[in-house]
Structure formats: C-alpha cells, structure tokens
C-alpha cells in the first residue's frame, strides 16, 4: 500500500502566502514524478505543478511566476510554495505521485484565500 498525505492548507488573505507539504509512505520502489492538483467548487480539476525525480517542473499558467514546486527526493516529499495568493486560488489541492505505472493520490488539503 502507499499513502500520500498533505499538509499546510488554511485560510490566508489575499497577497499571503503559504506552503503545502506531500510526503509518500509505504511499498512504493521508486517515484517518477510527484505534483498537485487542485480543484476549485463547482469546477474541474485541473493540474498546478509537477516535478520530475530530476527536477523538471511544469506549471499551470495561472501560477507560474506565483508558486514555486519542489522535492526532496530521500524524503519522498513535494512541496508547493504559494506566493501573492489570490482568491481563485481557492480550492482543494490534491498531491500525487507516479510509480512509473500508477498515480496515488492524498485525500486533499484545503487552501481560502479570502480577506
């Protein structure tokens, strides 16, 4: 079994910034790419970074230049740092990461961006 677990979601004002953390556990060999989706109410959901086990991210549009993906590789760990948050960023954002054959997914953490 492998487990992915969030953390780091909250209420954060408009401008703010804040840092999600995703660690894999469990009878996973080896990780290819880990990242976060994120799904907003009423909405799909849709992809915000990825990151390769070398280091090659790939963003969403709508948060390049604003969030920042990275990973610690020993660790089995992503992390997303958000920055000048906005209230469209809120949504439920879902790490995951990829065996080679299969996405294992957390349960989501959630993140408002509200005043």
């Known amino acids: 079994q492998v487990q992915v677990v969030e953390s780091g979601g909250g209420l954060v004002q408009p401008g703010g910034a804040l840092r999600l953390s995703c660690a894999a556990s469990?009878?996973?060999?080896?990780?290819?790419?880990m990242g976060w989706y994120r799904q907003a109410p009423g909405k799909e959901r849709e992809l915000v970074a990825s990151?390769?086990?070398?280091?090659?991210?790939n963003y969403a549009d709508s948060v390049k230049d604003r969030f920042t993906i990275s990973r610690d590789n020993a660790k089995n760990t992503v992390y997303l740092q958000m920055a000048s948050l906005k209230p469209e960023d809120t949504a439920v954002y879902y790490c995951?990461?990829?065996?080679?054959?299969?996405?294992?997914w957390g349960e989501g953490t959630l993140v408002t961006v509200s005043s």
């Open positions: 990151i390769t086990s070398r280091g090659n991210t």
């Open positions: 469990g009878s996973i060999f080896s990780i290819n790419h």
């Open positions: 995951y990461c990829n065996d080679f054959v299969l996405n294992y």
